[in-house]
């Protein structure tokens, strides 16, 4: 069985880490790189950078800050934001990224995720899918929550699957920044239904909130940002109880 993940996720805006609820009203978080190194540290088995203005501002994402960050870690690093064709994807993992991260650019043009699995394999390639429910319609949207599209959250997650996506990041705009629970039932729906790994994003708030993911839903990784930004819940505290409760997870509690 797939060992559980517990994944800190770093939102860039202006070369600055910043937070918010349900992706308005965002503050400032602190410094990328000391955060960065502050989550290896700690135990975090991978860690998400997502360039959250790249696609409005219509640029490319920050290379020269993800060298740096990918300079002073150890774990898996996944790099998202104004990725938008296989030469974007390519500066990135050059200048260190593990894997890429897409959105906006696979809803306007889906045969980009195929694209990118074929220059660089499916496991380089994660599907970011932000979802908002709406009168009970689980609604996609793009360019950083701002733009709803005609997608369906399950029927995109199934074909970003059949088009190549290696793993889904799948961020419940309902739950964001709210630290009240991840969207457990979208999760499972979702993650029950494909046959790559999904990450459960949104509502993070309890370690509790991190066993219930993992115990009611197939979701494979858990993404949260306030609450390790603020050190409100420790990433130790979380692999100590997923240990405690007999669920798979890389930690030994004796260290």
């Given at each position: 069985?797939l060992k559980k993940?517990?994944i800190?996720?770093l939102?860039?805006?202006?070369g600055?880490?910043?937070?918010?609820?349900?992706f308005?009203?965002?503050r400032?978080?602190?410094?990328?790189?000391?955060?960065?190194?502050?989550y290896?540290?700690?135990?975090?088995?991978?860690?998400?950078?997502?360039?959250?203005?790249?696609t409005?501002?219509?640029?490319a994402?920050?290379?020269?800050?993800?060298?740096?960050?990918?300079?002073?870690?150890?774990?898996?690093?996944?790099?998202?934001?104004g990725?938008?064709?296989?030469?974007d994807?390519?500066?990135?993992?050059?200048?260190?990224?593990?894997?890429i991260s897409?959105?906006?650019?696979a809803?306007?043009?889906?045969?980009?995720?195929t694209?990118?699995?074929?220059a660089?394999?499916?496991?380089?390639v994660?599907?970011?899918?932000?979802?908002?429910?709406?009168?009970?319609v689980?609604?996609?949207f793009?360019?950083?929550?701002?733009?709803?599209?005609?997608?369906?959250?399950?029927?995109w997650a199934l074909?970003?699957?059949?088009?190549?996506?290696?793993?889904?990041?799948?961020?419940s705009?309902?739950q964001d920044g709210?630290?009240?629970?991840?969207?457990?039932?979208?999760t499972?729906?979702?993650s029950q239904?494909?046959?790559?790994?999904?990450?459960?994003?949104?509502g993070?708030?309890?370690v509790?909130?991190?066993?219930?993911?993992?115990?009611?839903?197939?979701a494979t990784?858990?993404?949260?940002?306030?609450?390790?930004h603020?050190?409100?819940?420790?990433?130790?505290?979380?692999?100590?109880?997923l240990?405690?409760?007999?669920?798979?997870v890389r930690?030994?509690?004796?260290?």
């Amino acid at each position: 069985m797939l060992k559980k993940r517990i994944i800190p996720c770093l939102d860039i805006q202006g070369g600055r880490v910043v937070k918010g609820i349900g992706f308005e009203g965002l503050r400032d978080m602190g410094d990328p790189i000391a955060l960065a190194q502050r989550y290896d540290a700690e135990g975090a088995d991978e860690l998400v950078f997502l360039d959250i203005s790249a696609t409005l501002e219509e640029r490319a994402t920050l290379s020269e800050l993800v060298r740096n960050i990918a300079a002073t870690i150890q774990i898996p690093f996944t790099v998202g934001g104004g990725i938008r064709s296989v030469n974007d994807a390519k500066k990135l993992l050059r200048s260190g990224a593990d894997k890429i991260s897409i959105n906006s650019a696979a809803l306007e043009r889906p045969e980009l995720i195929t694209e990118l699995a074929a220059a660089f394999g499916n496991q380089c390639v994660v599907v970011a899918i932000d979802v908002k429910t709406v009168n009970g319609v689980d609604c996609v949207f793009s360019h950083g929550g701002k733009k709803a599209t005609h997608h369906e959250a399950l029927n995109w997650a199934l074909e970003a699957e059949r088009l190549g996506a290696g793993e889904i990041l799948l961020t419940s705009m309902n739950q964001d920044g709210a630290q009240t629970g991840f969207a457990i039932s979208l999760t499972q729906k979702i993650s029950q239904a494909l046959s790559i790994p999904v990450i459960g994003s949104g509502g993070a708030g309890t370690v509790e909130d991190f066993s219930h993911l993992f115990k009611e839903t197939e979701a494979t990784g858990a993404l949260a940002a306030g609450i390790f930004h603020t050190e409100k819940v420790a990433i130790a505290a979380i692999k100590n109880e997923l240990y405690t409760q007999k669920i798979p997870v890389r930690w030994n509690p004796n260290l």
